[in-house]
């Protein structure tokens, strides 16, 4: 390495160098002395303040590796060091993986990956997504930019990609290539239903169970190469893949050292040893097998092999491996298990042994493989020997048994490894053409250790020849860099290890000696190695130890590494004997058998291309069956061959490279030993890269970077000028004056090592001098103003000093005449306190003795008085006395008096209750309706009936009289008997009742005594509760009003809780329910794929068609139709699946299933609606032969339909006839019953005279009916002669009614004669011709209208006595309820305290007034809504008679029209505009199609908002007015699928989304406006009420509307997502709004490579804003509600967020101060833009609050425990990993900025601990908000709107 202090003059003081160091590798240190040529030694001051002297050679003069400025320290990119060389590598490398924690970094295309030991939330899908479609210079270093920068320029370039990962074995290899396949199975997802990336990944536990063990180093070791090519079809989809695997480590099987475990499948067979169906594998725990407990402990920590073996099993079954050949693949590994255990038994001292025929594993194993038990006995210690004369048989000894069961074992897992990676490849294989493939390389890396063998000199011979690959692909790329740029290219020269490949596979090389020392028949490894060291003794690359004949050294790129040759030979050979292999072959299970094959047979199916390297070689053969070459093929060149193979797919293809890297051997998490790190950056190729690059011109800049970085530099007058390429040129020209320090490229300028850090040491020194010169102004500016502070502080101190010596004296003056008055004061109060004692002490005795005196005057006074008190009321109580008593004697009288009086009166009352006359006055209003109603029944009747019932009545009465008198002489004459012993017993029972009345006088004054004495307790007790109840009412008013003060507060509280929450829950369940509308749009276009593809499928073979009618889009509806595509397609699957075949349809059974599940829900549909349909033709063929038969003008039909009627007038007069008779004879008993009654007689005889008139009137009628005969046979007679002349009077009479009666009736009047006949009115018309006038017609309707009318009087009347009877009935019955319950509650009461009485009445009085009151409201209800119907009806009847003024006055309109003017026509339509649209069935499509499918927005630009949506209303309206139910469903259906259509055809257009999101919510709108809910319609005018729909409910259609409405949202968020997230980051993050703010550091490889498209693609924030413009005035142009306007927005200011935080969490060179700045100016402009539109309140400013905090985050200080306080009390949006992420992203881009210290980012994560943050680091920016959809009714009526011209709509007739 040559770029050191040579390139720069001198150094000198304070400069940093790096110098060589035991045991950190290398030490920092500063130079405190400047040098001068010719110094032995630099004076150094370490990092830990002690002194050194470095010395320096002065032949080579090699001056210590200069240290990059701190700036520069933590880059992403090694080659953006200034100075490259290994410590700024290693350190650099150390910086970021342990104060960052940062595990990967770019070094030019190489990607150098450091294994963290801890997992880390870096894989999460949304980073996978955020990666996507970035370019790699962009973003942090991660596996997934590789595989991004992989997948992009394959689909870009459309070349082979491959990614190398290697490393020592522990460096993580496995884990970077399983995650590089989860990218691309993420990213390039299947499109078929075949889950292929799944089956991908999948593989991975199964090739790791195979094929991993836990070593020393490793816990989970790849002890196998694989290389994985992952295929794409055109679109780059995934659809299939293919595995190689190379030199699997055979050895492990039989051997494991310490601390080390065989591959993980034995353990996890013996960890589920007990499961029910491995119960006959005979296995027990890992220890107690050979095998498996070589290595000491059987299990790793943290590990559960158990849990393991499901997911291998798991995996096994998802890639299609049947339960047969697992169970056999478990029984071969237990059988590889139990061959371990075999003891061998000695014989004949050595020579020969033998295994027990009782052996139990020598069963297992026979068992389970099924061989013969007797054959591998003995083969097992026996070999054959085959020579040109005999063979003959030979014992082995113990070792060679124990080797030649070793190579057995070996040999059984290896062919079973094959077979597993070629089943996988099996079910990896797909039948579609593959278009490219990207191949993940993961194979051990270069390899030392103390005791190398076969298996290191293999892996490290495949680490040399990819390391030559490496280094030419990245001299190839420096290369293509320079011509590209135009610089001059010089040849560099590089590392090339070619000799140290030939050295290995070249002729005669180590791997040919091999070989060739195999073949020979008694060959050791001694041989072998001394036939090395006479070959290639001088060789460069080959060395002899000096203290060992059987090891070689081999100088390997990275390392000389010695191998021992012990075992070479076996291992190359693999030597399996054939005996051993015959009796696999004959095994019973077909399996078994198959996997030993000779491979010969097996050539078909494995191919060294697939990566089946069989590797099985049979030793000790005859020569005659040798004639294959294939048999003789060793390890070693099959090894060679692969490789081979490999190199060429890798020379073929675009690599990316990965080095992992092992930070420490004790498996530490975040410990970075240095001198391991070294060693493997050494080893693999990262060192060279930099060396390459640093051979040339490592550092580059673009001429823009460049003149922003440093313009600082440049003069004034340069700045002037406009050719920045140019300003560039005259500024290094004047900096660096050697011209081969730089170049200038075409688009970039291209500098030597060093030159990048001089320039900013200059710009540095600069800034420097400038915050000098700023610091000295500053500084001299404080210090003059501390000088002014200091001398107004000084006068100030004077001022305050001289006053308060002022106030201290005069402060003593006031104090000393103080305490003269105090003195004078205290004398003068002593004197007046003594005088004053002495006066009151005189006073004090006068009184007393005054008092005295007083005392006895009162006393004698007042005695005197109670005298006369005592007299007064002695003589009062007895007054009073008397009089009680004579008052309570007279009260008693006065009662008995009073009960005896009541009694009369009540006998009186009943008696008059039960007479006729009360009656009457109580029924008096049903007598008189009853007598409305017969009043002409009587006066026909009256005189007919007056004598009989005069007779009658004077012979009943004078009879009844008669009797009555009788009876009453009989009675007379008993009473007269019985006189004198009734007087007897009444005067003793007056004796009796006087003494009973004495008693009861007693003991009522006995009562009222003790009831006054009680009373006047009570009345004391009362005013006491009284007095108590007062005060508590106060208290508990007091504690109400507390306790109300303190609830409101909780309650407010509270409520604002719950609300908050209900609103969460509410978010959250419309979150849910739109995504699950948006996964139904998306099943549902999965279907429609589905669907065309099927359709594509049928037509191939045998030219199959659909019918064209029928709609592919019929299907797409939500609401309960059929439609005959969904039927033919799910047909047109079944019929491809009978032919197809069972077996390519096994593959998708499920969507089979499913299809076949929907067919029989439609097919049940179908019939449903076929029957409905059936019934429907059946009414309309009955409604059309009604008309039919009403519209024949025949003879006969006329005849008998004139017969009809006279035969329903004669069964209506008899039945006239009928209900008279009826109603005489009930009369008539009535009369007979009530005969007493003259209101009854009257009544009687007011029915007589009805009926009479009634009579009369049908007496009339039949005559009317016979004259009407007479016409209608004198009518047949006509008919039958001219039928001529009927045609012609039909027509007449079609146009205008009975033309020739214009003459003498009023065409009013005859309209007013027909009203209530519409039924018939059609059928009248006809009469016309009966007579000139039309009169006999007249009569005729006239009669049968007054024929209808009396039925319907007398059935009216009938049936409204009875309701009336029946009702008077039940309000009979509820009074006798209602009395009993009012006498139960009046006995209560009675029982009660007169308070309780009092309570009692209340709540009796307030549940009576509830009741009143409720069924008030139920009346009040019920008329509003009879009031309401009423309204519609008579509306309806408005309507109907217009309609008819309409029709009549439309033919002399017609003849008047030539006359009219065409203005006067035009105003007469707009006036009658319903605001409904009639069209004809068959016109329906065209409707569509002009005004759905073929509809230009800017076709409607200049009309009213939304009106393809009113317009498709007023369709619908015209539907429900005409009750067609079927136009209605059409319309609506067709109308959905259309706009679905449209939607489907432009589904990048957000101008047409946003008009059909708008006009599909106006017509919701309308459809809840107009439907007739009262909820809806609070807005409504009165006009517009008119408008609403009359007969349907479509509600179902407003749900399927509001689905659409929802689906049509998301599709508009998603187009608009997709042209502002390409802008986002540019405009947001990297656009400098602020010139000069930003400064550019150094890039990197990743920032100059070609792996950046060409062309700029920036963005400025305008661009944002003039798009967000656009979408703004596109929606609000198209009248979207101004609600869905926010919430769209919001949503797009959330993307905006989520993406440029996303990018900032994952970018370091953005994470800084000047970024910070340069985004909260950014978000400023933009809540400047929602202020200016009025979006402030959607919300979509507080979606911006996380990027927010972050760059005030960024532009915060980050020092000290105050500021961490800080940072947590501000960045509440953001949560604790992402707070973490950008101090660790923080770097400074100038040097007087510092960095984030550790100590301060463990003090934030200790702040942060109490927060219960997500563990997610990023945003979805996928997440979208649940979308409402409010009610938004408009206040343009129907018949305002007009249809322009340019619609094409004229077959829509305006009704």
Request: proline share 3%; charged share 30%; aromatic share 8%.
């Amino acid at each position: 390495m040559a770029f050191f202090l040579s390139f720069l003059p001198p150094p000198s003081q304070y400069t940093r160098v790096w110098i060589p160091d035991p045991d950190e590798v290398w030490r920092s240190a500063e130079i405190i002395k400047d040098y001068k040529e010719g110094d032995k030694s630099l004076h150094l001051k370490l990092e830990d303040e002690t002194l050194y002297e470095y010395p320096i050679d002065l032949q080579g003069n090699e001056l210590p590796f200069l240290r990059n400025p701190d700036i520069l320290v933590g880059e992403n990119d090694l080659t953006a060091l200034s100075y490259l060389h290994e410590p700024a590598v290693l350190h650099n490398l150390k910086v970021r993986f342990l104060e960052s924690n940062h595990i990967y970094t770019y070094c030019g295309i190489v990607l150098v990956a450091i294994n963290p030991y801890e997992q880390l939330p870096i894989y999460e899908q949304d980073v996978i997504y955020a990666y996507s479609g970035q370019n790699m210079g962009d973003m942090d270093p991660h596996i997934f930019a590789v595989a991004e920068e992989a997948y992009k320029q394959m689909a870009r370039d459309e070349k082979n990609q491959s990614i190398i990962v290697s490393g020592e074995s522990g460096a993580g290899k496995t884990v970077s290539a399983k995650y590089a396949m989860r990218f691309f199975a993420t990213v390039g997802g299947s499109a078929s239903e075949t889950n292929i990336e799944a089956k991908v990944l999948a593989s991975s536990p199964i090739m790791e169970a195979i094929g991993n063990a836990k070593t020393t180093r490793n816990d989970n070791s790849s002890r196998f190469g694989k290389y994985i090519q992952i295929g794409f079809d055109k679109r780059y989809h995934i659809i299939g893949a293919n595995m190689r695997t190379y030199l699997l480590e055979k050895s492990r099987v039989v051997f494991q050292a310490e601390d080390e475990r065989n591959y993980h499948i034995f353990y996890q067979l013996c960890a589920s040893a007990s499961l029910p169906e491995f119960k006959d594998l005979g296995l027990t725990c890992a220890e107690d097998f050979f095998y498996t407990s070589q290595g000491g402990d059987t299990s790793i920590d943290g590990v559960d092999d158990a849990d393991d073996f499901e997911k291998t099993r798991h995996a096994f079954t998802l890639l299609g491996v049947k339960e047969s050949h697992q169970t056999t693949i478990f029984r071969i590994i237990a059988a590889i298990l139990h061959l371990g255990n075999l003891e061998i038994q000695a014989e004949r001292d050595g020579d020969a042994c033998s295994v027990s025929s009782e052996d139990e594993h020598l069963n297992n194993f026979c068992g389970l493989l099924g061989v013969e038990h007797s054959q591998m006995q003995h083969w097992l210690c026996h070999r054959k020997l085959v020579t040109t004369a005999e063979t003959y048989v030979k014992n082995m000894s113990v070792q060679q048994v124990v080797n030649a069961r070793n190579a057995l074992a070996k040999h059984i897992y290896a062919q079973l490894f094959n077979w597993i990676v070629q089943h996988i490849n099996k079910a990896l294989h797909t039948t579609v053409k593959q278009h490219s493939f990207i191949g993940v390389l993961d194979i051990y890396g270069f390899e030392t250790f103390e005791v190398n063998s076969f298996e290191q000199f293999c892996i490290n011979y495949a680490n040399e020849k990819l390391q030559q690959q490496f280094n030419s692909h990245v001299f190839k790329l420096e290369q293509e860099e320079y011509m590209k740029e135009g610089i001059p290219w010089t040849l560099i020269d590089f590392y090339d290890n070619q000799p140290c490949i030939d050295l290995i596979e070249a002729k005669l090389g180590i791997l040919d000696l091999l070989d060739e020392e195999c073949k020979v028949p008694k060959g050791t490894d001694q041989n072998w190695a001394q036939k090395l060291y006479d070959r290639h003794a001088s060789s460069q690359h080959f060395q002899k130890p000096r203290m060992s004949n059987t090891s070689f050294i081999v100088l390997h790129f990275a390392d000389k590494v010695e191998y021992q040759s012990e075992g070479f030979l076996e291992k190359n050979r693999d030597t399996v004997y054939e005996e051993q292999i015959n009796i696999l072959k004959a095994s019973k299970y077909q399996m078994v058998a198959d996997l030993f094959q000779d491979e010969k047979d097996a050539a078909p199916t494995t191919s060294v291309g697939k990566g089946t390297s069989k590797i099985s070689v049979r030793s000790a053969r005859p020569v005659i069956k040798a004639a294959n070459k294939e048999h003789k093929k060793t390890v070693g060149h099959q090894f060679r061959n692969s490789l081979h193979l490999l190199m060429e797919t890798l020379n073929a293809t675009t690599p990316h490279y990965v080095r992992c890297i092992k930070p420490n051997d004790e498996k530490l998490p975040f410990k970075f030993d240095p001198k391991r790190a070294v060693q493997q950056l050494r080893a693999c190729g990262v060192l060279e890269t930099i060396r390459i690059s640093a051979a040339g011109f490592p550092s580059r800049w673009s001429y823009h970077d460049f003149f922003n970085r440093y313009r600082v530099l440049m003069k004034k007058r340069d700045l002037s000028k406009n050719d920045k390429k140019q300003i560039c040129q005259t500024l290094l020209e004047d900096l660096i004056k050697d011209p081969d320090k730089f170049q200038f490229g075409r688009t970039k300028i291209f500098f030597r090592a060093g030159q990048v850090a001089y320039l900013e040491k200059l710009r540095a020194d600069k800034f420097r001098a400038a915050t000098i010169m700023i610091q000295k102004t500053v500084r001299g500016w404080l210090q003059r103003v501390k000088y002014k502070r200091l001398r107004q502080a000084a006068v100030v101190i004077q001022r305050y000093t001289r006053g308060r010596l002022a106030r201290r004296l005069a402060e003593h003056l006031r104090r000393t005449r103080a305490a003269i008055i105090f003195q004078k004061q205290y004398r003068m109060l002593r004197i007046l306190r003594a005088f004053q004692r002495v006066r009151n002490a005189t006073i004090t005795i006068q009184a007393f003795a005054r008092g005295m005196f007083v005392r006895r005057i009162y006393h004698k006074i007042l005695a005197e008085h109670k005298a006369t008190i005592l007299q007064k009321y002695a003589r009062g109580w007895l007054a009073r006395t008397r009089f009680r008593r004579v008052r309570g004697a007279t009260i008693v009288l006065q009662c008995y008096y009073r009960r005896m009086k009541a009694r009369q009166e009540l006998k009186a009352l009943k008696i008059e209750a039960r007479s006729a006359q009360h009656l009457k006055k109580l029924n008096i209003g049903m007598e008189n309706k009853v007598v409305q109603l017969q009043r002409k029944i009587d006066e026909q009747n009256k005189e007919y009936k007056l004598l009989n019932e005069q007779l009658s009545t004077l012979t009943s009465a004078h009879s009844s009289e008669v009797e009555k008198l009788k009876k009453e002489l009989v009675q007379y004459q008993q009473s007269h008997r019985g006189d004198g012993n009734q007087l007897v017993s009444l005067q003793e029972e007056m004796e009796h009742l006087r003494l009973e009345l004495e008693k009861a006088h007693g003991e009522r004054k006995v009562v009222e005594d003790s009831y006054v004495k009680e009373k006047d307790l009570l009345r004391k007790r009362i005013s006491d509760l009284e007095e108590e109840n007062a005060l508590l009412k106060q208290e508990k008013e007091e504690l109400n009003s507390r306790i109300l003060c303190q609830s409101e507060d909780e309650f407010a509280l509270n409520t604002v809780e719950e609300n908050i929450q209900m609103k969460k829950e509410l978010e959250e369940e419309r979150s849910r329910y739109q995504n699950l509308v948006k996964e139904y749009s998306r099943l549902e276009q999965r279907y429609d794929n589905l669907r065309d593809e099927m359709t594509i499928v049928k037509q191939a073979p045998g030219h199959r068609r659909n019918p064209s009618n029928q709609s592919s889009l019929e299907s797409d509806s939500n609401y309960p139709s059929i439609s005959t595509s969904e039927i033919g397609d799910t047909e047109g699957v079944i019929q491809q699946v009978e032919e197809v075949g069972m077996e390519k349809a096994a593959m998708d059974m499920t969507l089979f299933l499913k299809l076949q599940k929907r067919v029989r829900e439609l097919e049940q549909e179908r019939k449903k609606l076929q029957i409905q349909l059936e019934k429907k033709e059946q009414e309309s063929k009955k409604s059309q032969v009604i008309e039919m038969k009403t519209e024949v003008t025949s003879d006969h039909e006329d005849f008998a339909y004139n017969s009809l009627k006279r035969q329903e007038l004669e069964s209506e007069n008899k039945k006239l006839k009928n209900e008279l008779n009826e109603l005489r004879k009930a009369i008539a008993d009535r009369a007979t019953l009530n005969n007493s009654s003259n209101d009854t007689q009257d009544s009687y005889n007011l029915l007589l005279n009805q009926l009479k008139s009634a009579n009369e009137e049908l007496e009339v009628r039949k005559e009317e009916v016979l004259i009407l005969r007479t016409q209608i046979m004198k009518a047949a007679q006509q008919k039958e002669a001219g039928k001529n002349m009927v045609i012609e009077r039909e027509s007449i009479t079609t146009n205008a009614s009975w033309p020739n009666s214009d003459k003498h009736i009023d065409q009013e009047d005859a309209i007013e004669a027909y009203q209530g006949m519409c039924e018939t009115n059609r059928k009248t018309e006809d009469w016309g011709y009966l007579n000139e006038d039309g009169e006999l017609g007249l009569a005729y309707q006239g009669l049968k209208q007054v024929a209808r009318l009396l039925e319907a009087q007398l059935q009216d009347q009938r049936r409204e006595h009875e309701e009336e009877v029946e009702a008077l009935k039940n309000e009979v019955d509820a009074m006798k309820e209602e009395m009993e319950k009012q006498q139960q509650a009046f006995l209560q009461t009675l029982q009660l305290s007169p308070e309780a009485q009092v309570e009692f009445g209340l709540q009796q009085e307030i549940t009576r007034l509830t009741n009143e009151n409720l069924d008030l409201k139920e009346l009040l209800e019920k008329l509003e809504k009879n009031e309401k119907k009423l309204k519609k009806q008579l509306k309806i009847y408005m309507k109907k008679v217009q309609d008819f003024e309409a029709s009549q006055t439309m033919v002399p309109a017609e003849r008047r029209r030539h006359e009219r003017n065409m203005q006067v026509a035009v105003q007469r339509k707009e006036k009658d505009f319903q605001g409904m649209l009639e069209y004809y069935k068959e016109d329906e499509p065209l409707l569509i199609r002009n005004l759905i499918t073929d509809l230009k927005p800017q076709a409607v630009s200049a009309t009213v908002p939304c009106l393809p949506a009113y317009i498709l209303y007023m369709c619908i309206r015209h539907a429900d007015y005409i009750n067609d139910d079927q136009k209605v469903h059409s319309l609506l259906t067709s109308t959905i699928n259309g706009i679905k259509k449209v939607l489907k055809k432009h589904n990048d257009d957000f101008q047409m989304t946003s008009f059909w999101l708008a006009n599909t919510c106006r017509l919701l709108h309308c459809l809840k406006q107009y439907s007739g809910d009262a909820g809806f319609m609070t807005q409504n005018t009165p006009k517009q009420n008119e408008h609403c729909l009359r007969n349907f409910d479509l509600t179902e259609y407003r749900q399927v509307l509001s689905h659409l409405s929802i689906q049509i949202y998301q599709q508009l968020i998603r187009i608009a997502e997709g042209i502002l997230q390409p802008m986002i980051v540019s405009a947001v993050l990297e656009n400098e709004s602020i010139q000069g703010l930003s400064g550019v550091k150094p890039m990197g490889y990743r920032n100059r490579s070609s792996s950046m498209a060409d062309g700029d693609s920036s963005y400025s924030l305008d661009a944002i804003i003039r798009q967000l413009n656009t979408f703004h005035s596109i929606v609000c142009d198209q009248g979207l509600d101004p609600e869905i306007v926010q919430q769209v927005f919001k949503q797009l200011f959330y993307m905006i967020n989520a993406v440029a935080l996303n990018n900032l969490l994952l970018r370091k060179d953005v994470c800084s101060w000047s970024t910070g700045m340069q985004l909260r100016f950014n978000i400023s402009q933009l809540e400047e833009w929602l202020r200016g539109k009025n979006l402030q309140q959607s919300g979509a400013a507080q979606t911006l609050e996380p990027l927010i905090q972050a760059a005030q985050l960024l532009q915060l200080k980050k020092k000290t425990s105050e500021d961490a306080e800080a940072i947590c009390s501000l960045c509440t949006s953001l949560t604790t990993q992402q707070i973490v992420k950008i101090l660790n992203l923080y770097t400074p881009v100038n040097e007087f900025e510092e960095r984030v210290t550790v100590a301060f980012i463990r003090d934030i994560q200790t702040h942060l601990q109490e927060r219960n943050d997500p563990p997610q680091l990023l945003l979805d920016f996928k997440h979208m908000f649940p979308v409402l959809f409010p009610f938004n009714p408009s206040s343009i009526t129907m018949d305002s709107i007009h249809l322009p011209a340019s619609l094409n709509l004229e077959f829509l007739n305006k009704v």
